[in-house]
């Protein structure tokens, strides 16, 4: 079992920036893919984001490419999410995952085997 609990979330003005985080827990947290998902109100769950754990390869959907810079830190068993320049339809709340195999298709958030309970991103002025 691995357990995940995200944090970092609150209220930012358009244009500002800020920084999730993810913390690990269980089973050993470096063999594990990470990704980062969204799900803003009344809208299907999207995927943000991920890094493989083998190469550390980045995924981002086009939406947050130049934005977002996700990244992770083994030794505490903390994935994040940095999120700049910030807009409005960024607001949602924000989910981290972990998967021990990563699939071909990111976008597919059934694929994953644990999830966070999420953390709120509210962009607005």
């Known amino acids: 079992q691995v357990q995940l609990v995200e944090s970092g979330g609150g209220l930012v003005q358009p244009g500002g920036s800020l920084r999730l985080s993810c913390a690990a827990s269980g089973r050993t947290f470096s063999n594990y893919n990470m990704a980062w998902f969204r799900q803003a109100p009344g809208k299907k769950r999207e995927f943000v984001s991920a890094i493989t754990w083998i190469y550390g390869a980045r995924i981002y959907a086009d939406s947050v490419k130049g934005r977002f810079t996700i990244s992770r830190d083994p030794s505490k068993n903390t994935a994040y999410l940095q999120m700049n320049s910030l807009k409005p339809e960024d607001t949602a709340d924000y989910y981290c995952?972990?998967?021990?195999?990563?699939?071909?298709?990111?976008?597919?958030?059934?694929?994953?085997?644990?999830w966070g309970k999420g953390t709120l991103v509210t962009v607005s002025s």
């Open positions: 995952a972990a998967v021990i195999t990563a699939p071909s298709d990111w976008s597919n958030g059934a694929a994953m085997d644990y």
